[in-house]
């Protein structure tokens, strides 16, 4: 199982900070995040919004196994 994490208003959103999904991609992820609360799913498209594969920023896709822990990262703010 892929273990994702959320933080800030993401995990606020979505009522839960880690949870375990089957998923072998991050587009897999994705869908399935999007496909259980479809709100959450379009939030984590959004801007600014940074995804972390084992604790390294992505860009793009991924493939990820049973140990991956991929985090949701919400746009930065402040100055």
Not at 10 to 30: C, I, K, N, P, Y
């Amino acid at each position: 199982m892929v273990r994702v994490l959320l933080f800030g208003r993401l995990a606020d959103q979505a009522g839960w900070r880690d949870r375990a999904f089957e998923a072998t991609s991050l587009a897999v992820l994705r869908g399935l995040i999007a496909n259980d609360d479809p709100e959450l799913g379009e939030a984590l498209s959004g801007p600014g919004v940074q995804v972390a594969v084992d604790k390294t920023l992505m860009r793009g896709e991924a493939t990820l196994t049973t140990a991956t822990e991929v985090a949701f990262l919400p746009p930065m703010s402040g100055g």
